[in-house]
């Protein structure tokens, strides 16, 4: 059997959502989002579900309604490879 164990969310303040995501842990994501937005709210968007089907919801849902979506999820496939492949300055 398939573990359902990761959350689908979107943060909201004043009613706006202005991130949606997965996590496995709701309050330790919310926190973290109140660093920058203080104001706002995390809403659980359905049940749990597998990473793999959430991961594909977050995708649908940047595609769709965000464009300030993360950064992974809007750079093209070969922007991400390139940023992921730079040397860090630590390594040099």
């Known amino acids: 059997m398939v573990e359902r164990s990761t959350y689908k969310y979107r943060f909201k303040v004043y009613g706006k959502v202005v991130y949606c995501g997965i996590t496995?842990?709701?309050k330790r994501r919310e926190q973290e989002h109140r660093r920058r937005w203080p104001k706002g709210q995390i809403e659980q968007v359905g049940r749990?579900?597998?990473?793999?089907?959430?991961?594909?919801?977050?995708?649908?849902?940047?595609?769709?309604h965000f464009s300030s979506a993360s950064w992974c999820l809007r750079m093209n496939p070969q922007r991400r490879i390139r940023k992921l492949?730079?040397?860090s300055a630590?390594?040099?």
């Open 48 to 64: 749990r579900t597998t990473h793999k089907g959430a991961w594909n919801w977050e995708r649908q849902q940047a595609e769709r």
């Open 24 to 26: 496995t842990d709701l």
């Open 85 to 87: 492949l730079r040397p």
């Open 90 to 92: 630590a390594s040099m």
